[in-house]
C-alpha cells in the first residue's frame, strides 16, 4: 500500500470519527450515560476471576474448619453473584442508552444530509446518479449505529478490561501483567493495522461498487419507459449484470482479507494463551502462586481472551463503518456552490425589474466565458422572449436571474436589488417557473398543483387549474384532486402534465413568470388549451419567454437575439423581421420555410 493510500485512509478514519464526535457533543448526558453503565459493568466483569481464585483457596485450606472454609467459599461466591448481577443490570442499563442515541444521530444525520444535498449546485445535480446518493445517505446513516455500537458498546469496555487486567496482575506477579499487557499489545496493533492498511482499501473499492448498484437500479427502473419503448430489457439485465460482476469480485476480495486477517488474530491468541498458562504453572511451581491464584489467572485469561478476541471483530466493525460512513461525510464536506450570504436579506419585487449590468460568467468546464459584459434590462411588467440557437445562452440568461449559478462580474438585479445579496428562498418564491418538460412529483395532483404555495386552500388549487385548463381532465379522473400522478408524472400525458405545472404557476401567482416553450411536442388540441393558458399567465407580470418555435414570441413586446452569449438584436418581432440580414429575420424564414417544406 502507498504511503499516499496510507495518508488517505487516516484521513478518512479522522474525518468520519470528528463527524460522529460532533453529533456526540450534542448529546454529551447520553454519550456520558451510557459509557460510565459499560465502564461499570466492565469493572464488575473484570473483579469476578479475583474472587473466583479466592473460593478455590478457601475450599484447598486443608488446616482451616470446614464451617470457615464454607463462609470463605460462601462470602467470594456472594460477592461473584453479586457482581455478575451488576454487570448484567449496568450493562441492559448502557444498551438502553444506546437506542435513543443512535436514532436521535441517525435521524439528525438523515436529515440534515438530504437538506445539504438539496441545496447542492444545479451542476453537481446534473452529474450525480439519484440512487447513488441515496445510497449514500441511506447506508451512512445506518452505519452511524454500528460505529456507536462498536465504540461505546465494544471497544470502550474492551480497552478498560485489558487496562485494569494488566494493571491488577501487574501488581501481583509483574511477569503475568507483562505478559498480558505484551500480547494485547501485539495483538491490537496486528488487528488494527490490518484492518486500516489491508482490509479497508478494499472494503473502500467494494464500497464504491455497491453504490453503483444502486445508481444503475435506479437509472434503469426511472426510464423503464424508455426501456420498453425499445424492448432492452435484456440489454439493462446484462448491464446491471456486468456491475453486480465487478461489486463480486470486489466484494469475494475485502472477505478474503477479512478471513486471512481473522486467521492471523486468532494465531497471536494462541500465544499469549500459551505463554499466561506456562508462566501460571511456573509461579504454582516456585510457590509464587496457588491453585487459586491459578484459577484466577486462567479465569482472567478467559476473560480477556474474550475481549481480546472481539477487539479484532470490533476493529473490523468500526473499519467497516468508516468506509460506510465515508462517502456520506464526503458529502458534507463538498461545497453547497450557491451559498446565502450571512447578511442575505429577503427579496422584495413589487415591479419585476430585471436588470444585467456588465455581466460576465463562466462555466467552470469550459475554456472561454458564455458572457462577457452582458447588459440588459427587461422592465417591469414586459414580456420578453429569448430566441437564438441552442447554447446561444438562453437557458443561462434565465438560471441567473434565478441564481442558480452565480456570476463571474458584474450583477444582476431585480428591482435594484442584487440577487446574491438576497436569500434564494426569498428570490426564487417570486419567481414562477414553467419549464418545458414538466417534473411532478409522486403525489397527488393538488399537492403537485399546491406545491407553489404551501397552505393553499382547495378551492384555490381548483381556480389555479381551471385557469390552466387543467380541471376538466383532472375532474374525469376516478379520484380527481387525489389521484396520484406516478414517478415523475409518468401517468398523465405530455399535455396534461404541462397544464399542472402551468396550473402551479397560477397559485405561485409570482410577479416574475420564466416559460419555456411547452408546445413545441404536443397534438394541436393540447397546444391550443396551454396556448390559452399561457396567455392568461402573462398578464400582469414580468414575462421571460425562451423561445423554441419563432411564431410564438409575435405578440411579445421584446425579443433577445442570442448568439455565442451575446444579444445581437433586440426589438419587437415587427421590427426585427424588417431588419434585412437581420439574424432573428434569418432565423425566422428558415424555420418558417422547415415548416413548409414538412406540410
Given at each position: 500500500?502507498?504511503?499516499?493510500?496510507?495518508?488517505?485512509?487516516?484521513?478518512?478514519?479522522s474525518?468520519?470519527?470528528?463527524?460522529?464526535?460532533?453529533?456526540?457533543?450534542?448529546?454529551?448526558?447520553?454519550?456520558?450515560?451510557?459509557?460510565?453503565?459499560?465502564?461499570?459493568?466492565?469493572?464488575?466483569?473484570v473483579?469476578?476471576?479475583?474472587?473466583?481464585?479466592?473460593?478455590?483457596?478457601?475450599?484447598?485450606?486443608?488446616?482451616?474448619?470446614?464451617?470457615?472454609?464454607?463462609?470463605r467459599a460462601?462470602?467470594?461466591?456472594g460477592?461473584?453473584?453479586?457482581?455478575?448481577?451488576?454487570?448484567?443490570?449496568?450493562?441492559?442499563?448502557?444498551?438502553?442508552?444506546?437506542?435513543?442515541?443512535?436514532?436521535?444521530?441517525m435521524?439528525?444525520?438523515?436529515?440534515?444530509?438530504?437538506?445539504?444535498?438539496?441545496?447542492?449546485?444545479?451542476?453537481?445535480?446534473?452529474n450525480?446518479?439519484s440512487?447513488?446518493?441515496?445510497?449514500?445517505?441511506?447506508?451512512g446513516?445506518?452505519a452511524?449505529d454500528?460505529?456507536?455500537?462498536?465504540?461505546?458498546?465494544?471497544?470502550?469496555?474492551?480497552?478498560?478490561?485489558?487496562?485494569a487486567?494488566?494493571?491488577?496482575?501487574?501488581?501481583?506477579?509483574?511477569?503475568?501483567?507483562?505478559?498480558?499487557?505484551?500480547g494485547?499489545?501485539?495483538y491490537?496493533a496486528?488487528t488494527?493495522?490490518?484492518?486500516?492498511f489491508?482490509i479497508?482499501?478494499?472494503?473502500?473499492?467494494?464500497?464504491a461498487?455497491?453504490?453503483?448498484?444502486?445508481?444503475?437500479?435506479?437509472d434503469?427502473?426511472?426510464?423503464?419507459?424508455?426501456?420498453?419503448?425499445y424492448?432492452?430489457?435484456?440489454r439493462?439485465?446484462?448491464?446491471l449484470?456486468?456491475?453486480l460482476?465487478?461489486w463480486?469480485?470486489?466484494?469475494?476480495?475485502?472477505?478474503?482479507r477479512?478471513?486471512?486477517?481473522?486467521?492471523?488474530?486468532h494465531?497471536?491468541?494462541?500465544?499469549?494463551?500459551?505463554l499466561?498458562?506456562?508462566?501460571?504453572?511456573?509461579?504454582?511451581?516456585?510457590?509464587?502462586?496457588?491453585?487459586?491464584?491459578v484459577?484466577?489467572?486462567?479465569?482472567?485469561?478467559?476473560?480477556?481472551?474474550?475481549?481480546?478476541r472481539?477487539?479484532?471483530?470490533?476493529?473490523?466493525?468500526?473499519?467497516?463503518?468508516?468506509?460506510?460512513?465515508?462517502?456520506?461525510?464526503?458529502?458534507?464536506?463538498?461545497?453547497?456552490?450557491?451559498?446565502?450570504?450571512?447578511d442575505?436579506?429577503?427579496?422584495?419585487?413589487?415591479a419585476?425589474?430585471?436588470?444585467?449590468?456588465?455581466?460576465?460568467?463562466?462555466?467552470?468546464?469550459?475554456?472561454t466565458?458564455?458572457?462577457?459584459?452582458?447588459?440588459?434590462v427587461?422592465?417591469g411588467?414586459?414580456?420578453?422572449?429569448?430566441?437564438?440557437?441552442s447554447?446561444?445562452?438562453?437557458?443561462?440568461?434565465?438560471?441567473?436571474?434565478?441564481?442558480?449559478?452565480?456570476?463571474?462580474?458584474?450583477?444582476?438585479?431585480?428591482?435594484?436589488?442584487?440577487?446574491?445579496?438576497v436569500?434564494?428562498?426569498?428570490?426564487?418564491?417570486?419567481?414562477?417557473?414553467?419549464?418545458?418538460?414538466?417534473?411532478?412529483f409522486?403525489?397527488?395532483?393538488?399537492?403537485?398543483i399546491?406545491?407553489?404555495?404551501p397552505?393553499?386552500?382547495?378551492?384555490?388549487?381548483?381556480?389555479?387549474?381551471?385557469?390552466?385548463?387543467a380541471?376538466?381532465?383532472?375532474?374525469?379522473?376516478?379520484?380527481?384532486?387525489?389521484?396520484?400522478?406516478?414517478?415523475?408524472?409518468?401517468?398523465?400525458?405530455?399535455?396534461?402534465?404541462?397544464?399542472?405545472?402551468?396550473?402551479?404557476?397560477?397559485?405561485?401567482?409570482?410577479?416574475?413568470?420564466?416559460?419555456?416553450?411547452?408546445?413545441?411536442?404536443?397534438?394541436?388540441?393540447?397546444?391550443?388549451?396551454?396556448?390559452a393558458?399561457?396567455?392568461?399567465?402573462?398578464?400582469?407580470?414580468t414575462?421571460i419567454?425562451?423561445?423554441?418555435?419563432?411564431?410564438?414570441?409575435?405578440?411579445?413586446?421584446?425579443?433577445?437575439?442570442f448568439?455565442?452569449?451575446?444579444?445581437?438584436?433586440?426589438?419587437p418581432?415587427?421590427?426585427?423581421?424588417r431588419?434585412?440580414?437581420?439574424?432573428?429575420?434569418?432565423l425566422?424564414?428558415?424555420?418558417?420555410?422547415?415548416?413548409?417544406?414538412a406540410?
Amino acid at each position: 500500500m502507498t504511503s499516499e493510500n496510507r495518508n488517505g485512509e487516516r484521513a478518512a478514519i479522522s474525518a468520519v470519527l470528528a463527524y460522529a464526535a460532533g453529533h456526540w457533543r450534542r448529546r454529551k448526558l447520553m454519550v456520558a450515560r451510557v459509557a460510565g453503565a459499560i465502564l461499570l459493568a466492565t469493572l464488575a466483569d473484570v473483579f469476578i476471576p479475583f474472587f473466583s481464585g479466592r473460593l478455590v483457596d478457601a475450599l484447598l485450606v486443608a488446616d482451616t474448619a470446614r464451617e470457615v472454609a464454607l463462609a470463605r467459599a460462601l462470602e467470594a461466591f456472594g460477592i461473584m453473584i453479586a457482581l455478575g448481577v451488576a454487570m448484567v443490570g449496568l450493562r441492559h442499563y448502557g444498551w438502553l442508552g444506546v437506542i435513543p442515541l443512535s436514532l436521535g444521530m441517525m435521524t439528525d444525520i438523515a436529515q440534515e444530509t438530504f437538506a445539504r444535498v438539496q441545496r447542492f449546485s444545479t451542476d453537481w445535480h446534473a452529474n450525480s446518479f439519484s440512487g447513488s446518493v441515496m445510497r449514500k445517505v441511506t447506508r451512512g446513516m445506518w452505519a452511524v449505529d454500528q460505529l456507536n455500537d462498536t465504540l461505546l458498546l465494544a471497544l470502550l469496555p474492551s480497552a478498560f478490561v485489558l487496562v485494569a487486567t494488566t494493571v491488577l496482575l501487574a501488581v501481583q506477579w509483574p511477569l503475568m501483567g507483562l505478559i498480558v499487557a505484551l500480547g494485547a499489545a501485539a495483538y491490537v496493533a496486528m488487528t488494527v493495522s490490518l484492518a486500516v492498511f489491508y482490509i479497508a482499501p478494499a472494503s473502500k473499492l467494494s464500497n464504491a461498487w455497491d453504490t453503483r448498484i444502486g445508481g444503475t437500479l435506479a437509472d434503469a427502473l426511472g426510464c423503464n419507459a424508455v426501456v420498453k419503448a425499445y424492448g432492452a430489457e435484456a440489454r439493462e439485465d446484462a448491464r446491471l449484470a456486468r456491475v453486480l460482476a465487478k461489486w463480486s469480485r470486489r466484494s469475494a476480495r475485502t472477505w478474503f482479507r477479512h478471513t486471512l486477517a481473522g486467521t492471523g488474530q486468532h494465531v497471536v491468541l494462541l500465544l499469549v494463551r500459551s505463554l499466561l498458562a506456562g508462566a501460571g504453572i511456573w509461579l504454582w511451581w516456585i510457590d509464587r502462586a496457588t491453585p487459586g491464584d491459578v484459577t484466577y489467572l486462567l479465569t482472567t485469561y478467559f476473560v480477556v481472551h474474550g475481549y481480546l478476541r472481539d477487539v479484532g471483530m470490533h476493529v473490523h466493525n468500526l473499519q467497516r463503518s468508516v468506509n460506510e460512513m465515508d462517502e456520506l461525510v464526503e458529502l458534507h464536506a463538498t461545497p453547497i456552490g450557491i451559498a446565502d450570504r450571512p447578511d442575505a436579506a429577503r427579496m422584495r419585487i413589487t415591479a419585476g425589474e430585471v436588470r444585467f449590468e456588465d455581466v460576465a460568467f463562466h462555466y467552470g468546464a469550459h475554456e472561454t466565458p458564455l458572457y462577457s459584459d452582458l447588459s440588459v434590462v427587461i422592465r417591469g411588467g414586459e414580456r420578453v422572449g429569448l430566441v437564438g440557437h441552442s447554447g446561444s445562452g438562453k437557458t443561462t440568461f434565465v438560471k441567473l436571474v434565478q441564481r442558480l449559478y452565480d456570476v463571474t462580474g458584474g450583477r444582476v438585479l431585480i428591482d435594484g436589488q442584487d440577487v446574491s445579496g438576497v436569500t434564494q428562498q426569498s428570490l426564487r418564491s417570486q419567481i414562477a417557473i414553467v419549464p418545458q418538460e414538466p417534473i411532478l412529483f409522486h403525489r397527488t395532483l393538488a399537492e403537485n398543483i399546491g406545491y407553489a404555495r404551501p397552505g393553499a386552500s382547495e378551492a384555490e388549487i381548483e381556480r389555479a387549474a381551471r385557469l390552466a385548463n387543467a380541471h376538466d381532465f383532472i375532474a374525469r379522473l376516478p379520484k380527481g384532486y387525489q389521484t396520484l400522478v406516478g414517478e415523475r408524472g409518468v401517468k398523465l400525458s405530455g399535455g396534461e402534465r404541462q397544464r399542472i405545472a402551468i396550473a402551479r404557476a397560477f397559485l405561485a401567482d409570482a410577479p416574475i413568470l420564466i416559460l419555456d416553450e411547452a408546445t413545441s411536442s404536443l397534438d394541436s388540441e393540447s397546444e391550443q388549451a396551454i396556448q390559452a393558458a399561457v396567455e392568461r399567465l402573462l398578464k400582469g407580470r414580468t414575462a421571460i419567454v425562451i423561445a423554441h418555435r419563432l411564431s410564438t414570441v409575435r405578440a411579445l413586446d421584446r425579443i433577445l437575439v442570442f448568439e455565442a452569449g451575446r444579444i445581437v438584436e433586440d426589438g419587437p418581432h415587427g421590427e426585427l423581421i424588417r431588419r434585412p440580414n437581420g439574424r432573428y429575420r434569418h432565423l425566422f424564414e428558415r424555420q418558417t420555410s422547415d415548416l413548409r417544406a414538412a406540410e
